[in-house]
Structures are given as structure tokens and as C-alpha cells.
């Protein structure tokens, strides 16, 4: 029994909107959602970032607006573009130590 997984079938900008205010999901500026939901795409926004709000195939908690996910996904972006900044320096540093320690200990071809 290979039953093949149904999918969604793709819907525009307005009806995602409408479909998230099916689900309860408070919409207080419907152009700033539209232009969010173009940019970011509701799969990346929605999908990733309503964990927590609503229970899955459920309606959102009360109170949860569009907004609040947004920012849920804009401090994310903001806290990865600091984190990997940070680590990109340590894998530097490590690189180097490691390129250095095998260069002492084995020669500059080791």
C-alpha cells in the first residue's frame, strides 16, 4: 500500500491570508501580511514559526496575531546573522591553530 502523500494545493497570496484567518490567526494589518507572506513566503513564515500557537491541523491559540509570528521570525533571522558571525570567527581561529600545529609539527606540506 504506497499511498502517495497529499499535498496542498497552492493557494495566492489573498487566500493565504484568508486561510490563515480561518484558523483563528489575528490579522491586523492585512497589507503588511501580504507583503511579508510575498517576501518571505508562507511555507518559511507560517510553517516554521506557528509551533507553540496552534496545535497541528488546529486552530491558533487566542490572541495570536501575524505579527507576533513576524517578529518570532525576524529575531531569529537577526539572532542567526549574529550567532554564525560569532562562529565564524572561532572556526577561523580554529583553523588556524590546527594549520599551525601541523605545520610545526609535520612541515609546511604535513
Request: hydrophobic residues 35%.
Amino acid at each position: 500500500m504506497n499511498e502517495k502523500k497529499k499535498h496542498q494545493p497552492p493557494m495566492t497570496i489573498d487566500e493565504q491570508v484568508e486561510n490563515l484567518r480561518s484558523l483563528g490567526l489575528i490579522i491586523n494589518d492585512e497589507e503588511y501580511a501580504k507583503k511579508i507572506l510575498n517576501d518571505v513566503s508562507y511555507f518559511r513564515l507560517i510553517k516554521a514559526y506557528s509551533l507553540g500557537f496552534k496545535p497541528k491541523n488546529g486552530h491558533y491559540n487566542n490572541g495570536v496575531t501575524f505579527e507576533r509570528i513576524v517578529k518570532l521570525y525576524l529575531f531569529n533571522a537577526n539572532f542567526r546573522h549574529i550567532t554564525f558571525a560569532e562562529i565564524e570567527k572561532i572556526e577561523v581561529n580554529v583553523r588556524c591553530r590546527i594549520a599551525n600545529y601541523f605545520a610545526e609539527t609535520y612541515g609546511v606540506l604535513g
